[in-house]
């Protein structure tokens, strides 16, 4: 039985959650009796006390400490912003948040980098952590989103008893033109981690494929004005500050509501406040779940719009509002979606 403990057990309880899965994983097999008996009799070698103490002093937002240089076993909260730097700085992934879709598999909505051995560490759809499975997986490094930690979702005191804690974010203060400096967030975490190289690389992929698709983008999408947003059950969430219009910004794009200055990131609509977005030659709108697609389609607000009666409405995954160079080169393959959409229908 699977035992799923959220962040009101309470210390003394823990106390004897960890002892007792500690026990069990270390005494539970004649492997693990052997691991005793060979550290009592020889102890622990030079090697092993160098890797432990192979650190790096890190700080990012309100989180500062020591993380290991070269993690062996690194285990994911969330499964998007978290995971997706996990992967940049290539580190073994062991194990997953995965809030959005239960029956998938960790990091499958990065074409080619599904995850096949990856544990998952909660239950889809709650941010309860399952400590037992946590513990099971071992990790020498849990990644953590900077909101996550900040708003305590995983119980963070208790996930740093486990193992040194890695916070990541995707954004640090807009530079000039670009509401979210994703690049330069990247760039501050990995040169912390003395993993700048790995970083460099991912951002000039996702700069050479920008370079390959702007012309074209600007082309078909250039002058029109594109709302982006997320579909809602009760109406639609616009985005005006966030990785997608940074991206849609790279290309030369005109993004309606944009505001660099906004820190809520974004204003909603009513279903009957949806003739907001008339001026709108495009929308791009990320859908949380079936439900809310189904109830904006039916309302004439938004059947009256005139991106909707043109058919210029794309539908994309509730996950790429986040993130580095590999959700960025995503939302490119979106924009290009969008530009032959735009294409067929005039």
């Given amino acids: 039985m699977t035992l ?11 106390a004897q959650i960890v002892d007792r899965i500690s026990r069990r994983r270390f005494f539970g097999g004649a492997a693990g009796v052997a691991a005793a008996l060979a550290l009592s009799a020889c102890g622990t070698s030079d090697a092993e006390s160098d890797s432990a103490s192979d650190t790096l002093p890190y700080t990012w937002g309100e989180f500062s400490g020591d993380v290991p240089r070269d993690p062996k076993r690194v285990v994911v909260l969330d499964g998007r912003v978290d995971l997706e730097f996990a992967m940049m700085m290539d580190y073994p992934i062991v194990g997953s948040g995965n809030f959005w879709f ?12 599904t ?4 544990s998952f560490v909660n239950v889809a759809g709650d941010f309860s952590t399952n400590f037992e499975a946590l513990l099971a997986l071992e990790p020498d490094l849990i990644v953590i989103t ?20 890695l916070v990541v974010g995707d954004d ?11 690049r330069g967030a990247l760039m501050a975490q990995a040169s912390q981690l003395d993993r700048v190289a790995i970083a460099e690389a991912s951002i000039a992929e996702y700069d050479d494929k920008l370079a390959r698709l702007r012309p074209m983008l600007q082309e078909k999408l250039g002058g029109k004005k594109i709302v982006l947003g997320v579909q809602t059950p009760t109406g639609f969430l616009v985005h005006q500050r966030n990785l997608r ?18 820190a809520e990131n974004s204003f909603e609509l009513s279903f009957e406040q949806l003739d907001t977005l008339a001026p709108a030659d495009v929308i791009i709108a990320q859908a949380r779940d079936q439900e809310a697609l189904d109830a904006i389609k039916t309302q004439p607000t938004w059947q009256r719009l005139p991106a909707v009666q043109a058919g210029n409405v794309l539908t994309s995954d509730a996950r ?4 580095f160079a590999l959700t960025a080169a995503i939302f490119l393959d ?3 979606e969008a530009a032959g959409r735009i294409t067929a229908g005039q």
């Fill in 334 to 336: 979106v924009l290009e």
């Fill in 115 to 118: 995850i096949e051995d990856a």
């Fill in 245 to 262: 219009i940074s991206v849609a910004i790279d290309a030369g794009l005109d993004v309606l509501f944009r505001d660099d200055d906004n």
């Fill in 320 to 323: 790429y509002n986040q993130g």
């Fill in 172 to 182: 640090v203060e807009p530079i000039a033109g670009h509401p979210v400096d994703w």
């Fill in 4 to 14: 799923v403990l959220d962040t009101q057990v309470t210390d003394s309880e823990w």
């Fill in 146 to 165: 900077a909101i996550g930690y900040t708003s305590d979702w995983y119980g963070t005191e208790r996930l740093s008893s486990i193992a040194p804690l």
């Fill in 102 to 113: 239960p029956d998938a598999k960790a990091g499958f909505q990065f074409p080619g980098r």
